[in-house]
């Protein structure tokens, strides 16, 4: 997934009247205003009232469901026939303007802070994960090189303590 691809994507969504929050590897990237790495998909945080929309404005484009096991209705992925992929994160935003993530009673949310983020894409502002957040939700799962290398360039920029979490990587150095 190409920054044009990426930028191509932001502005037809913005078109159609469709908030987004760019998150992941490309959230990342547009908070720390360049691209570091390669990417293979989009992540993007949606609110449900547009999923509508984003399936329809996608499926004209060649996009497609992919079936996986472990889609839900509130994460799934749309693949290009060219190979792009989106993987789409669903939250039902609350009163408090935080974002639900999945059934409520799981307790998983996006705290309304964490939707506060902008960045640069190729000179481009964009809306994204705020960078605190973006370092705490690098966490929960099991950590590649890639998270630590996100997660030390926004600590780094931002100002934040490294994770205890990532302590193993810098042993590896």
């Known amino acids: 997934m190409t920054s044009l691809d990426v930028l191509n994507f932001y502005r037809t969504m913005s078109e159609i009247g469709v908030?987004?929050?760019?998150?992941?590897?490309?959230?990342?990237?547009a908070l720390l205003g360049k691209q570091t790495r390669p990417h293979k998909d989009l992540d993007i945080t949606i609110p449900q009232r547009y999923v509508a929309s984003l399936r329809e404005a996608l499926l004209t484009r060649g996009y497609r469901e992919v079936r996986l096991e472990d889609a839900r209705p509130w994460n799934f992925v749309l693949r290009h026939e060219s190979g792009r992929e989106i993987d789409v994160h669903?939250?039902?935003?609350?009163?408090?303007?935080n974002g639900v993530y999945g059934p409520p009673e799981k307790g998983e949310m996006y705290p309304a802070a964490s939707l506060t983020g902008t960045g640069?894409?190729?000179?481009?502002?964009?809306?994204?994960?705020?960078?605190?957040?973006?370092?705490?939700?690098?966490?929960?799962?099991?950590?590649?090189?890639?998270?630590?290398?996100?997660?030390?360039?926004?600590?780094?920029?931002?100002?934040?303590?490294?994770?205890?979490?990532?302590?193993?990587?810098?042993?590896?150095?």
């Open 90 to 97: 669903v939250v039902v935003l609350d009163e408090n303007g």
């Open 120 to 173: 640069i894409i190729d000179g481009q502002t964009v809306r994204c994960i705020s960078p605190e957040w973006a370092v705490k939700f690098h966490s929960g799962y099991e950590l590649k090189e890639k998270d630590f290398c996100d997660v030390s360039a926004l600590c780094s920029k931002f100002g934040f303590g490294l994770p205890a979490t990532y302590d193993r990587f810098i042993g590896e150095k």
């Open 19 to 29: 908030d987004v929050w760019i998150d992941g590897g490309w959230g990342v990237d």
